[in-house]
């Protein structure tokens, strides 16, 4: 079955440091998506990503964060200054479509330890 | 604010018991809703989503949702120790042509008892 991959699966980087998490959404999908949890925590919407550009963001993603997809495969999100607060699963996923019947599909994650 | 409440948990039944996870939303535009579980550590899989009232059966699990009552609600039954984890309800609010925000619950921890 076709799966959302994440790379690193761990990432430890020191505060003011820049990150780029990196992921290779399922093929035929047109949608993409991070999402992060916080340990013990609730998982948050981060951005979506559709036709090369920004659908949506939250208030998490401020001026720190970016998206990018730099090919027809990859879709990354860059952390430009992390911060302590920033450690956390960060989540790619990625769908079909946005109807009622095309759900999200998770990828394996990826968590990032800022010291 | 959009909130999908669950109650925390843990819990606990019995193995070969039906288990019944809930869950409420207080968008009432929200369209779609999924389950998903998650394991210690790990990413969120889904199990099944509904958009329809009513129930909605796939093996072992059936997913019901009213949506006068704003309620969605996940059975297991014949539940196994394989099924102890975290059951994440997640809402779809947007319902946009270029978007699909979910909004998820904290989870429900299920312990299910050998």
């Known amino acids: 079955e076709p799966e959302v991959t994440q790379t690193p699966s761990h990432q430890v980087t020191q505060m003011g440091q820049e990150v780029i998490l990196r992921c290779v959404p399922i093929s035929n999908h047109l949608y993409f998506y991070w999402y992060r949890q916080i340990l013990g925590q609730k998982v948050e919407f981060l951005v979506s990503f559709y036709n090369n550009e920004i659908s949506e963001k939250s208030e998490i993603f401020d001026d720190q964060f970016s998206v990018e997809r730099p090919d027809g495969s990859n879709f990354t999100l860059k952390i430009r200054s992390t911060k302590l607060e920033d450690s956390a699963m960060y989540f790619c996923?990625?769908?079909?479509?946005?109807?009622?019947?095309?759900?999200?599909?998770f990828g394996n994650g990826t968590r990032l330890t800022v010291t | 604010q959009k909130e999908v409440e669950q109650n925390s948990g843990p819990l606990s039944v019995p193995e070969g018991a039906i288990a019944s996870l809930n869950c409420t939303y207080s968008d009432r535009g929200s369209q779609s809703f999924f389950w998903y579980r998650q394991y210690s550590g790990k990413s969120p899989e889904l199990i099944m989503f509904i958009y329809s009232n009513g129930d909605k059966e796939d093996g072992r699990f059936t997913a019901q949702l009213n949506k006068a009552s704003q309620y969605v609600s996940l059975l297991i039954r014949d539940s196994q120790p394989s099924d102890s984890a975290t059951y994440l309800c997640?809402?779809?609010?947007?319902?946009?042509?270029?978007?699909?925000?979910?909004?998820f619950g904290s989870g429900t921890r299920l312990l299910v008892r050998p």
């Open positions: 997640a809402v779809n609010t947007e319902g946009g042509d270029s978007s699909y925000k979910l909004i």
């Open positions: 996923a990625s769908s079909e479509g946005v109807s009622y019947n095309s759900p999200l599909h």
